[in-house]
């Protein structure tokens, strides 16, 4: 009887799937065969003069253009969910056979519409991904290739460098389809009108956040010992012979470093690392050090290894000033002192930010916070940032809170005070209030049809072959090509 199923992204996000953040998560090795091996089995199991003796070899499930899938492909599917954390319980073989087919349509594609992934992003990725999995096998290179059945460092790159290219080539084909899809707001309109009242979606609890912040001010002569410090790098580099990489595992504060092989690689015309850093980098030759420079992080040097063309390969030597302990409590005092005067009616939160506040990003404009995902300042208390929500949750609309301190992205030490207003409840969808949620719920779904009729169009147009028991799938794409 047939194996009904609907495809994966009907049991994992198909959005999700489309997105790529930049960083690739670790994932199970899996290797495209290429058909000429499927042929060369096939033709020496039929020669009766060859010398090929019966083995169990790996059945073919599929193939996709220039791709194939194999049936271990599926299982390490199963492997790689199941590492990651997922219920696999009710997800069938025929779904994740769907899920592969799907990628390797996308990469076929991609290569026919000469979509490129460099060799550096790819190694990047690679050196990524081989930090992650040290990191799970406390640093045992021996156990891990053991683990993935590699005799050496070399094979285990070599592989994950087909593995992650091909990964990357299809994400890049997904992202193309939908690239420049717009929605109008009639369309926004009758999406909304079609959906029956009943079946309208309920929004969680919403309200607005704003902030002041107030920075422990870094003294200008620590300031300066840090930047001389950074100039006897260089020299000691220019003028003594100096290993700049030994300057950086010995000294250099960069945490995400080590993690990319004590190198970024830069693109010119993809923009990567802050303004002042791209700058520095990009004015360098090859050999040359640059002179120290600040950042939001810190104070650096920069050191240029490689150009080729667009793509700069660069190490830096990050220095973090330190704070006095006395600029630490004259920070922290200023604030309580400010959010007194809040209390006592003195003067409002909005003013107070406008005023004092270190952050220019919501400075002013009262210290408002704006949500990453809407680009609006009202905040879901379910979606929140669950340190942001643990920080207000108990505030009362217009109270504010004790000072709290943090660190930020560039570990800093930071004091800060929140308040919260316009609260609304959990409500049921509303078109005025909630346009910028039904908008997007609205794309979302013109994407998806769009991606479905890619799919059809390519599913035609694609050498495709489906064997074995993996016939008897259901599939909702046309992939037996009926």
């Not at 490689?306 to 990050?318: A, P, T």
Request: net charge negative; proline share 3%.
């Amino acid at each position: 009887m047939p194996l009904k199923t609907r495809n994966l992204k009907f049991i994992i996000s198909l959005l999700s799937l489309l997105m790529f953040v930049g960083i690739i998560q670790a994932q199970e090795i899996i290797e495209d065969k290429p058909i000429e091996a499927e042929k060369e089995i096939e033709e020496k199991a039929n020669d009766s003069t060859s010398a090929f003796k019966p083995v169990k070899v790996d059945g073919v499930a599929g193939v996709v253009g220039d791709y194939i899938v194999l049936n271990s492909d599926i299982d390490k599917e199963f492997l790689q969910l199941q590492a990651s954390g997922v219920d696999t319980k009710n997800i069938t073989r025929c779904q994740l056979f769907g899920k592969l087919l799907e990628n390797k349509l996308y990469a076929h594609h991609a290569i026919q519409d000469s979509i490129l992934v460099s060799d550096a992003e790819v190694r990047n990725n690679v050196e990524y991904q081989i930090q992650q999995f040290l990191a799970q096998v406390n640093g045992d290179m021996d156990r891990l290739l053991s683990i993935y059945n590699k005799e050496s460092e070399e094979s285990l790159r070599d592989e994950m460098f087909k593995t992650n290219k091909d990964m990357m080539l299809s994400q890049r084909m997904q992202a193309k389809v939908i690239e420049e899809i717009e929605i109008t707001p009639e369309e926004v309109r009758q999406f909304f009108n079609k959906i029956p009242k009943e079946d309208r979606p309920n929004f969680g609890t919403e309200l607005k956040v704003a902030q002041i912040v107030v920075e422990p001010k870094v003294s200008e002569e620590e300031k300066q010992r840090v930047i001389n410090q950074l100039k006897q790098f260089k020299a000691d580099v220019e003028e003594n012979g100096a290993s700049f990489r030994s300057k950086v595992i010995l000294y250099g504060q960069d945490p995400g470093i080590k993690q990319s092989g004590y190198k970024y690689t830069l693109n010119r015309k993809k923009p990567r690392m802050v303004k002042e850093f791209r700058e520095a980098a990009f004015s360098l030759q090859e050999g040359e050090v640059s002179e120290p420079f600040e950042t939001d992080f810190g104070f650096h040097i920069v050191y240029c290894e490689k150009i080729r063309g667009q793509e700069y390969d660069v190490s830096h030597v990050l220095l973090i000033p330190e704070v006095s302990s006395e600029a630490v409590i004259e920070a922290k005092e200023k604030l309580e002192k400010v959010r007194q005067q809040i209390v006592d009616g003195e003067i409002t939160f909005a003013e107070a930010a406008k005023e004092i506040s270190d952050d220019s990003v919501t400075r002013l404009d009262g210290g408002q916070l704006i949500n990453p995902e809407t680009q609006d300042y009202n905040f879901e208390l379910t979606r929140m940032d669950p340190e942001l929500y643990s920080q207000i949750q108990d505030l009362k609309d217009g109270e504010v809170s004790q000072v709290v301190g943090e660190t930020d992205r560039s570990n800093k030490l930071k004091f800060k005070i929140l308040t919260v207003s316009d609260r609304v409840e959990d409500h049921e969808a509303d078109y005025a209030r909630d346009f910028l949620k039904i908008k997007e719920l609205a794309l979302n779904e013109k994407k998806i049809k769009a991606i479905e009729d890619w799919q059809a169009e390519k599913i035609d147009d694609t050498y495709i072959k489906i064997t074995g028991n993996m016939r008897a799938c259901e599939f909702s794409s046309n992939w037996l090509k009926k």
